[in-house]
């Protein structure tokens, strides 16, 4: 399988990782309200160095009780990361926003891929921007809006539920122009579901890989709170061990990338587990 993008063709043939640079005031600050160059760039060649295959720059957060920016406070957190990291590294890109413009301008600044949490709900010019500029488009699953993103609807068929979100995504993207091998899907784990829904998306990933057979499969599992809870109430930085158990089980049933914090162990655990599906 292999996935376009507006600067090449990433071949699919054993699990990715994707890595996570979050450009916000509360990761990378200065010591003020803003993002330090130098940190944030550090941070992506350090996880070029253990093995990370895409990095994923975002400039907004969509934690619980996260408040939405404005596109120039978002561009001005993003566009000196994707332009520091482009001209030092040949690692992919891609831009984790929901808005049109911002994706517009981070595509044009080097960002190789979109990545819409949001699956073209909020904006959907996002799609004309992955068609215009050829770019790879991530659509992931979610409900409702920015400020209930995190709300748990209650829902009888979950995997029902995101099938149907997900075609609905898909007919979105095609409507502008883009092309299959362009996108990616994302079940959206955490966002609007509840426990037992995460674990039974990761655990029947393969149902919705028999789904859309031809488009590889995005999991983003990495330190959310579902493992915090399964642990007694584990804070984030000490949720990597149950983070790494999600991410092998999700490749073992068909995820083809992971969104993960933790590259270095990550890369590791899915050598061994890409190498016993080879069995
Ligand atoms: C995803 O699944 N998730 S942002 C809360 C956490 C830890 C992590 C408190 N962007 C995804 O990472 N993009 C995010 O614990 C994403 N798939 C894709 N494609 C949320 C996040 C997080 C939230």
Redesign the pocket.
Known sequence: MIWKTSRRSITIDRPLVMG?LNVTPDSFSDGGDFVSLDAAVERAEEMIAKGVDIIDIGGES??PGSERVDDETELRRVLPVIEAVVKRFDTPISI?TSKSEVARHAIDAGAEII?D?SGLRFDPAVGSVAAETGSGL?L?HSRGAFETLHSEPTVDDIMAEVTAGLNHSLDEARSFGVEDEQIVL?I???FGKRLEQNLELIAKLGKLHKEFPNFPL?V?T????FIGKLLGGRP?EERIYGSIATAVVAVWNGANIV?VHDVSETVDALKITERLLRV
């Open positions: 996570i969509t934690r984790d990545n949490i991530a992931m994302d959206g784990i955490g995005l983003g990495s330190r959310k709170s984030v969104r």
